[in-house]
């Protein structure tokens, strides 16, 4: 059973950065694909950004230009999503996700906030 553990959240400024983790148990270059979803409030969960095998990588509109998916296959086995910019409809859970051979598996959600 592969683990995915979300970090990194929490409150944030309009106009501000946050940086989230998503610790894989497994080594992230086996995954199809590893995703970001988020869920904001009174909205269905949708997709922010995916990064596939030979770092293909794919945003929503909404995020292009300011954020940034990535990940790190090292020790660390890791998948990052760099927030810039903060805008209210960035506000949220944001949940990992991958894809290995036919299973799915997602992480427990992280919340993103801001002062408004």
């Known amino acids: 059973q592969v683990q995915l553990v979300e970090s990194g959240g929490g409150l944030v400024q309009p106009g501000g950065s946050l940086r989230l983790s998503c610790a894989a148990s497994?080594?992230?270059?086996?995954?199809?694909?590893m995703r970001w979803y988020r869920q904001s409030p009174g909205k269905e969960r949708e997709l922010v950004a995916s990064?596939?095998?030979?770092?293909?990588?794919?945003y929503a509109e909404s995020v292009k230009g300011r954020f940034n998916i990535s990940k790190d296959g090292g020790f660390k086995n890791t998948l990052y999503l760099q927030m810039n910019n903060h805008q209210p409809e960035d506000t949220g859970v944001y949940y990992c996700?991958?894809?290995?051979?036919?299973?799915?598996?997602w992480g427990q959600g992280i919340q993103v906030t801001d002062p408004s």
């Open positions: 996700n991958a894809k290995i051979s036919s299973r799915h598996f």
């Open positions: 497994e080594n992230v270059f086996n995954f199809n694909y």
């Open positions: 990064l596939s095998v030979g770092d293909t990588t794919r």
